[in-house]
DNA sequence: TATTGCCTGTGAAATAATTCACAAAAATAT
DNA sequence: ATATTTTTGTGAATTATTTCACAGGCAATA
């Protein structure tokens, strides 16, 4: 069992090493990924060990194999079905976006509860009302979901998603969405909350 | 100095606390707290620690004096002045937001580097070409900044951000933006980045 | 005004995460 | 072929964070 931090950094460095495969990189030293990504060499060594394997090198990492090993390890060559619920301006935004809409995510289901709005967004992918969420979400077996809703029935919306088997949830609205299941996780993404995060860092910083 | 994780739950601490007074709760215990944070009470006690002070009750927490409490250490009460740089599909939306734009915060400029894009958008922000980040940010003394443009150009804006003497960055483009100054703070919200982390979750709690 | 029950505040203990230090392996240089 | 440099992998030490346990205060009750 990887903890928290560790997968966190694993998927920051799965970007990373995206990135520089793109722009012909091949192989790169623990020492440089800690200095990309603001994090101490020992770290990023650390968290590979996690990975559990060991093919010691005096010239840094194999990008390729690296990216290969954190794929296998978390799963991500495999698809996975996702939903966006609001489709408001946050909504449709995200939506829309080209990076969510095939390769490792597809977003494949947007929901309102304003049927009028359905009518008027054009999109290749399919829309539905609020109330077939539960229904929707499992026999599409949906996976992720994106809540872009007015915060006053955010935790509804998550209740029915979670009727519907969803494993993952991503929370735009400002509140702090109850689950008690253990096995279904949950990041808040609130803006004006993490402005706020932001400012009293700064503050505290002072002196 | 208050640790990072004990200032991220106050901050969801003082926005349940505005939710629970504004619906009428005079009084409410760490547990009850605890539990609607998610939370463990003890937690809760610790985190109010830090902000040094001791007025023992058996009645449970007074919220009009600790939501004060906590305004007055991270200094919630001064309005502080944002700005958004990139008015596409995502910075426009967030730029709408009523919950940012008085009170707490102040989004007071937006950039964009098409001016084109400036002509058409109609808002009460006063608007910017981007070349001008530095020189605006400088003599508004704006501390805050979301920034919502393409990755490739996402160091870029930080830096002139920065050179007008931005304090904190909520950066929506999918990489990290590398600051060498201690005393700046950035939130790094990457959508996609995020659904990997959750994917990651998933697999990784299985077995 | 005693008594009882509830709830906070906080030092101590436990747990988690990061950083260190160095042996061993691979690449490179001599 | 040997020495030197580079860089990983990992147990141990350190540091950070969370959880615990309980003394002591406050309020409610009789
Ligand atoms: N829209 C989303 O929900 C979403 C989801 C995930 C990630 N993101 C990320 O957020 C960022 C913005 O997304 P978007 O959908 O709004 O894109 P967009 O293309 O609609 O908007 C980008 C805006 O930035 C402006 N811009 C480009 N270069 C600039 C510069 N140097 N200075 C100032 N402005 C500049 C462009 O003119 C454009 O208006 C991207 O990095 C994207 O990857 C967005
Ligand atoms: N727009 C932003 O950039 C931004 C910034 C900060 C926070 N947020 C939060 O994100 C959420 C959405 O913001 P927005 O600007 O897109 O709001 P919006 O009002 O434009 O969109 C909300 C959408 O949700 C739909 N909806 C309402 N109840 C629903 C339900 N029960 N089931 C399904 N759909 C329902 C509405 O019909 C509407 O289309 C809000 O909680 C907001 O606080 C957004």
Known sequence: ?????????????????????????????????????????????????????????????????????????????????????????????????????????HIIAGFDSNINRLETISSSISLYPAYSITEVVRRLRIELAIIAVPACVAQDVADKLIDGGIKGILNFAPVIVKLDNKEIFIKNMDISGELRVLSAQIKNSIR
Do not use: W
């Not at 931090?5 to 440089?32: F, H, K, M, T, W």
């Not at 060594?45 to 794929?71: E, H, M, T």
């Open 1 to 105: 069992m990887i903890p928290f931090p560790a997968i966190n950094r694993l998927c920051a460095l799965y970007r990373l090493l995206c990135d520089l495969q793109e722009s012909g990189v091949e192989r790169i030293s623990s020492a440089d990924l800690g200095k990309k990504l603001g994090v101490g060499a020992h770290n990023i060594r650390k968290d590979i060990a996690f990975l559990g394997v060991s093919s010691s090198s005096a010239s840094g990492y194999d990008i390729k194999g690296l990216k290969q090993l954190i794929s296998e390890k978390f799963e991500f060559n495999t698809e996975k079905k996702a939903c966006i619920v609001g489709l408001g301006r946050l909504g449709t935004a995200i939506m829309e976006r080209k990076d969510l809409c095939g390769g490792e995510f």
